[in-house]
C-alpha cells in the first residue's frame, strides 16, 4: 500500500469507526459485530503505527467510546474507569505476561481469570455501606448518573451486609485457589464458594522491588466510601422476552442483549427500568477510603461477596500463563451453559501491590486512554459457520438505502438455521471479494443478524465472476447515488414502489402513528389498487374506496376510517417521527416536539435552535434542515395540512398527564431555561414544583452547580434529571 492509499484508507477507517461508535455507545444499535469492529479498529492503529506520519489527528484508535446521554446529570468518577485492550490470539496474551514478568522479575505471577461479561459498565459509590450513587463510565473520567435506574436492579443491596468478621482480613482469603464455580446464578454467597485450595499463599507482605507497607493495609471493615464497578446486563431470556413483546408492538427487535441493557439504563423512568429485569455483578474496584478493602483480586471478590453483593461468576485464581490459558479454554466450555453473553476473559495480576507496579498506559495524559498494564481482555472468536452463497439479493429500505443480503444455504449455526446473512453495503461486498456460488464463513456474535465474515477463497468453484453491485435500483430502476462520506448507496426516486411502500408502513406502524389495521399487507393492498401514494392519501380514503377491497368487509373497512380519523390528532412527536427524517428516531421526534411544539417551528428552525436540542448533533441538524428544506417534504407537510392533520403539541392534553401528581424539584442553573421557565412547563404537565427534596420528590432536575438537593436526591434514589431529561420526559 503507498502513501496515498494509506491516506485513503486510514481516513475511511476513522470515518467508518467513529460512525460504529456513535451506532454503539450512544444510540444502541450497531450494525456489526464486536470483532468485525476490533478488526477495523486494528487495522487503522496498524497503518498510524507503519505510517506515523498519517498519525496525527483526532483518531478512534486513540480513545474510549463514550456512552454519555442526553436527558442525565454527569458525575465524576474519584478513580478513573479505565478499559482494557482486546485480544484474539494466545501469543499476544503470553507476550502480556512476559511483559509482566519482565517489570516485576517474577515467573510464577499469580492471575484471577474472570469472564468478560457483555454488559454495559457501571461505577457504584457505597458511602458507609449505603449506595449513594451508580454512574456509567462515560468518557473514562464522568459519566451518566443512573442511581434512580440501577436501585431497580433486584440482587443489589442497597446496603453493604456488615460481616463483623475482623478475622477475615482480605489478603488471608486470597490465593490462587477456584473462587466460584458456580453455574447458576450470580450472586455467590460465602458458603457456595471455596475458598480455600490446598495450596494457599497468602498474599505477600512484600512485592518485588516495592515494600508492600508503602500502601494502606487492607481492611474488612465496610469502609467511609468505596467504588465498586461492574457490569449491567441482561440474561438471554428476558432479552427474548422483550424482543418478543416488540415485536408484537409492531416495534423492531433489539438487536442483542447488549445493546438492550445500554438502552434500559438510558430510560429516564426508573418504573419502566423496572419492568425490564436488568442484572449486576461486579469485578473491580475504584476510589475506596480509608483503605482498600483486600490485597488482592481474588480476596476483593470473596470480600464483596461477603459483603452481599453479586460477583461475577465463573472466577478462578491461577498461577503462571499456562494456567492461565488452561483456565481461559476451560472458561470459553463452561461459558456455554450461562444463560447471559459473555465474550471473552479478563486476565487480572492478582495481587493489587504488583498492580500498582505495573501502572497503566496513558499515564498523566487524559483518562481517556487509560489502559492497564496489568490486565489484559482475551476475546473469544465469536461462533461461525461455514456455508454457501446461492445468490445475493438487495433490498430498499425506507430511507432507500440499498442494503445487499447473501441468501445462503441453510446452515446451523449457534442453535439456529440461518439462510441470509447480512453483507452491508457494496464496499464491504468489494472488500471482501463474496460472489455468488462462494463458499463463505457467517459469525453470530450476539447480534441476530448474522455477518458474512469471509469468503472461502480456495473453495472457490472456477468461472465465478465478482458480484457488480447494481447502479440502478432493483424495484424502480432509476440509478443509484452515494453522498459523499457515506458507504451507502440510495435509489433517489422519491415515488420508487418499496420506498413509498416502506415508508407508509412506518407512518402507519405502532413505532409512529399507530393505526390499527394499517399493517405492512393493508399498505401494499392499497399501493396496488393505486388509492395511496402519499401520506396524506391515508386521510383522504373513504369508506367506498376501502369496501371493494375485501369480501364482506364492511366492518373491517369502518373500523379501519375509524383508526385513521381517530388519528388526526395524534401526538406531535409520532407525526415527526412518520415522516422518516434520516437520523430522527422516536427520542429526537420527542425532543424536537417538547422543544418546538409545531412542525411549522420545526421548519423554521435555524441551525443554533436545533442544535440546542440535546441528543441532537451537527449531522443529524443538517439532515433535518434539508428535509424541510426540500421542495418534495414541503408539499408533503401542506398535504397533511389540506387534510386537517393537526398533531397535538406536548404541552396540550398529551402532557398534562405526563406530570399530573408528581413534584418536582429544580436545582442549579439550567442551560437554557430560567427557573421560572422551567416551573411553568412542569406545572403545565400537571406537576408540582417543591424547594425540598425528599422521599416523597418524584423527579430533581439538576444544573450547574447543583448543591445539597443533587446529593440528598442521589441519597434517596430520586431520579435525577437535566435539562434534557425535563424535556424528553414532558414529551411523553
Ligand atoms: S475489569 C481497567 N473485568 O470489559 C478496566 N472488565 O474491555 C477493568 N468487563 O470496561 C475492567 N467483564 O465494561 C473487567 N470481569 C470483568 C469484566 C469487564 C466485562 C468489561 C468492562 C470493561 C471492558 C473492558
Not at 424547594?691 to 430520586?718: D, I, M, P, Q, W
Amino acid at each position: 500500500m503507498n502513501l496515498t492509499e494509506a491516506q485513503a484508507r486510514i481516513a475511511f477507517l476513522r470515518t467508518e469507526l467513529a460512525r460504529h461508535d456513535e451506532l454503539y455507545y450512544r444510540q444502541a444499535r450497531p450494525e456489526i459485530g464486536d470483532f468485525e469492529y476490533d478488526r477495523l479498529k486494528r487495522e487503522l492503529a496498524d497503518l498510524e503505527a507503519a505510517h506515523p506520519e498519517l498519525a496525527a489527528g483526532a483518531s478512534p484508535t486513540k480513545r474510549v467510546g463514550d456512552d454519555r446521554a442526553a436527558g442525565f446529570v454527569r458525575a465524576r468518577h474519584r478513580q478513573a474507569m479505565m478499559t482494557l485492550d482486546n485480544t484474539y490470539a494466545e501469543g499476544e496474551l503470553r507476550e502480556f505476561h512476559a511483559r509482566l514478568v519482565k517489570l516485576l522479575g517474577i515467573d510464577d505471577l499469580a492471575y484471577t481469570v474472570e469472564p468478560k461479561i457483555d454488559g454495559l459498565a457501571v461505577s457504584l459509590t457505597y458511602e458507609n455501606g449505603r449506595l449513594v450513587r451508580a454512574v456509567t463510565r462515560g468518557d473514562g473520567e464522568e459519566g451518566d448518573d443512573v442511581t434512580a435506574n440501577v436501585r431497580t436492579i433486584r440482587g443489589l443491596p442497597g446496603a453493604l451486609r456488615e460481616t463483623g468478621e475482623r478475622r477475615a482480613e482480605a489478603g488471608e482469603l486470597g490465593g490462587p485457589a477456584p473462587l466460584s464455580r458456580t453455574a447458576s446464578g450470580l450472586s455467590v454467597s460465602t458458603e457456595e464458594m471455596p475458598l480455600f485450595a490446598e495450596e494457599t499463599p497468602a498474599a505477600p507482605a512484600t512485592v518485588h522491588g516495592a515494600p508492600a507497607t508503602a500502601h494502606r493495609a487492607a481492611s474488612a471493615a465496610v469502609p467511609a466510601l468505596i467504588e465498586i464497578r461492574g457490569e449491567v446486563f441482561l440474561r438471554l431470556e428476558e432479552f427474548q422476552r422483550i424482543n418478543r413483546e416488540q415485536e408484537e408492538a409492531g416495534l423492531e427487535p433489539y438487536a442483542n442483549p447488549r445493546n438492550l441493557a445500554a438502552g434500559t439504563l438510558k430510560l429516564l423512568d426508573p418504573a419502566e427500568v423496572a419492568k425490564r429485569r436488568l442484572e449486576i455483578v461486579l469485578y473491580g474496584l475504584g476510589a475506596c477510603e480509608p483503605a482498600e478493602p483486600a490485597e488482592s483480586q481474588s480476596a476483593y471478590l470473596k470480600r464483596l461477596a461477603l459483603w452481599g453483593l453479586p460477583v461475577v461468576e465463573l472466577a478462578v485464581c491461577v498461577r503462571g500463563i499456562d494456567a492461565v490459558w488452561a483456565a481461559i479454554c476451560e472458561l470459553d466450555r463452561l461459558r456455554r451453559g450461562l444463560d447471559y453473553g459473555t465474550d471473552g476473559a479478563v486476565v487480572k495480576l492478582d495481587l493489587f501491590a504488583q498492580q500498582r507496579l505495573a501502572g497503566a498506559r496513558g499515564e498523566g495524559q487524559s483518562a481517556r486512554k487509560l489502559s492497564p498494564r496489568w490486565a489484559c481482555a482475551y476475546k473469544f472468536a465469536p461462533d461461525r459457520a461455514e456455508t454457501r452463497v446461492r445468490s445475493i439479493s438487495i433490498q430498499v429500505g425506507r430511507t432507500g438505502a440499498l442494503t445487499p443480503v447473501a441468501e445462503l444455504e441453510p446452515v446451523l449455526l449457534a442453535g439456529t438455521t440461518v439462510k441470509r446473512a447480512t453483507l452491508h453495503n457494496a464496499d464491504e461486498i468489494a472488500r471482501k471479494d463474496v460472489r455468488p456460488g462462494d463458499f463463505v464463513l457467517i459469525e453470530k456474535a450476539g447480534e441476530i443478524i448474522p455477518v458474512v465474515v469471509q469468503v472461502l477463497v480456495d473453495k472457490r468453484p472456477s468461472g465465478l465472476a465478482p458480484y457488480v453491485f447494481p447502479n440502478a435500483c432493483p424495484v424502480c430502476a432509476t440509478a443509484v447515488t452515494r453522498a459523499e462520506a457515506e458507504v451507502v448507496w440510495r435509489c433517489p426516486n422519491p415515488d420508487c414502489p418499496e420506498k413509498v411502500r416502506r415508508g407508509l408502513a412506518h407512518f402507519a406502524s405502532k413505532a409512529c402513528l399507530d393505526i390499527d389495521g394499517l399493517g405492512e399487507e393493508v399498505v401494499a393492498l392499497l399501493i396496488e389498487r393505486g388509492l395511496v401514494k402519499t401520506i396524506p392519501d391515508i386521510f383522504r380514503l373513504k369508506l367506498e374506496d376501502l369496501l371493494p377491497l375485501k369480501k364482506s368487509g364492511e366492518v373491517w373497512a369502518g373500523n379501519l376510517i375509524a383508526a385513521i380519523a381517530a388519528r388526526r390528532s395524534a401526538d406531535l412527536w409520532r407525526v415527526i417521527h412518520g415522516l422518516g427524517i434520516p437520523q430522527v428516531g422516536a427520542t429526537s421526534s420527542k425532543d424536537l416536539a417538547a422543544r418546538f411544539r409545531s412542525l411549522d417551528a420545526i421548519a423554521a428552525a435555524g441551525e443554533a435552535d436545533l442544535l440546542n436540542v440535546g441528543g441532537i448533533g451537527e449531522r443529524t441538524c443538517g439532515l433535518i434542515r434539508a428535509w424541510f428544506a426540500a421542495p418534495a417534504n414541503q408539499a408533503l407537510l401542506a398535504g397533511l395540512l389540506a387534510v386537517g392533520l393537526t398533531p397535538t403539541a406536548p404541552a396540550a392534553a398529551g402532557a398534562a398527564a405526563v406530570l399530573a401528581g408528581k413534584t418536582v424539584v429544580l436545582t442549579g442553573t439550567l442551560p437554557t431555561l430560567s427557573r421560572e421557565e422551567a416551573t411553568k412547563l412542569v406545572e403545565d404537565a400537571g406537576g408540582k414544583v417543591s424547594g425540598s427534596v425528599s422521599k416523597k420528590t418524584h423527579y430533581v432536575v439538576a444544573g450547574e452547580e447543583a448543591g445539597s438537593k443533587l446529593e440528598k436526591a442521589r441519597a434517596l434514589g430520586v431520579p435525577v434529571l437535566d435539562e434534557a431529561g425535563l424535556r424528553r420526559l414532558l414529551a411523553g
